[in-house]
């Protein structure tokens, strides 16, 4: 069984390293790789090397990501693609590139899922307050003399029923966030997968 080069090789540890282990190789690779280590004709390369090894960071250290990989890597070693098979340079960049997109999208529909009901509590706790201090200063007339005070709690007021109708409407759409999440995993896992191929 051929032994290919890894992502444990590129960071330099055992492919049974802890996380820890891979922390710390990683935090010593970033010293050199970082663009704000290195100087401004090198930005660009530096710039390179950074995202791939964050891309290699974080494989391994999600249980779910590195399981993926070494079961690839596994079947390489096994069975070696033939070296014609690989991608031009450009095709893995928009591979790259669209992986970035689709976890950026993930982690904003995630927001939106689970912070709803936050969302709702503190548009309802500031509505509150505000519309309180309205009402009071305007019946009262405790805050005549002070416009600013008065507009303040009109501001407050509006802006908690804006974020209020925006958590009820996130709530609403829970489901709808979570189709397109569960899709976008997919085709994360799929990108994943071709990024580990293109990195064999």
Request: hydrophobic residues 40%; positive net charge; glycine residues 6%.
């Amino acid at each position: 069984m051929a032994r290919i080069k890894t992502f444990y090789d590129e960071l330099g540890v055992e492919r049974n390293a802890s996380s820890a282990e891979i922390k710390h190789a990683f935090k010593d690779i970033a010293k050199i790789f970082h663009p704000d280590k290195n100087p401004p004709e090198k930005q660009g390369w530096a710039h390179e090397q950074m995202s791939r090894f964050n891309f290699i960071f974080e494989t391994l250290m999600n249980p779910k990501t590195r399981a993926e990989y070494d079961q690839i890597v596994r079947k390489y070693e096994q069975a070696p693609p033939p070296t014609h098979s690989r991608r031009i340079e450009r095709e893995e960049n928009a591979i790259a590139r669209e992986y970035a997109l689709v976890s950026i999208e993930i982690m904003n529909l995630s927001g939106k899922y689970l912070n709803c009901r936050i969302k709702m509590c503190i548009g309802a706790a500031v509505g509150s307050v505000g519309s309180i201090v309205h009402l009071l200063g305007y019946f009262t007339k405790l805050i005549e003399p002070f416009p600013i005070a008065f507009f303040f709690s009109y501001f407050f007021a509006l802006m908690g029923g804006v974020m209020m109708i925006m958590g009820i409407a996130d709530y609403y759409g829970r489901g709808q966030y979570k189709r397109r999440i569960d899709e976008l995993e997919e085709r994360r896992s799929v990108l994943r997968r071709r990024m580990f191929e293109a990195y064999v």
